[in-house]
């Protein structure tokens, strides 16, 4: 196999990559109110493109009042409650089953959002050594194919991948094998030898 040259370029997500990922956070405030597993990330993905958490990430609305009542409407949608209570339904045994005419469970949009920004707001311990040892080093000045783009998002990468980037995907709780990818494409020492429990996990 050719190997390929190091990347001129390295491009890196922010939540899930360079800080923790939202997405724990939504799981955790899911599990302490006893919300369906799920049913966050859901009601937001179903309100693209035009949902508020996607206008405001897009900059197209302000962080206000509005915008929480907004994000509080998006996840109370009863249309989109009803059709994930029937997909869960088909996955699950019958004793956990949803009903899909129930009203939407009762979410705080402004606690939540504020437990997203929380937990996102504190560094990866893997990813961000790395990044901060990628910027001493002065190596990475660009074609396309000379970028290497980290995300946790599959969606991102594969449009990466369209424009031509070289991707590289960062598992949730698992930074640090992304890490040792990073090592082996940069051929740099980047965050030190992992503890022998990572090692261990990794690998399950």
Sequence with gaps: MTSLPKPKLILFDVGGVCVLSP??????????LDIPRGWINTAISKSAPNGYWHRLERGEIPLDNAFFLG????LHNAAHWSAFCQRQNAQVSTALTLAPDSPPPQIDAQKLFNAIVEHSATPDPWMYPALQALRTSGQFLIEPSDILFLDDIGENLRAARAQGFRTLKVSLGRTYEAVDELERITGLKLAGSHPPQLRTQAKI
């Design 71 to 74: 994000f509080s409407a998006d």
């Design 23 to 32: 997405f724990q956070a939504i799981l955790e405030y899911e599990l302490n």
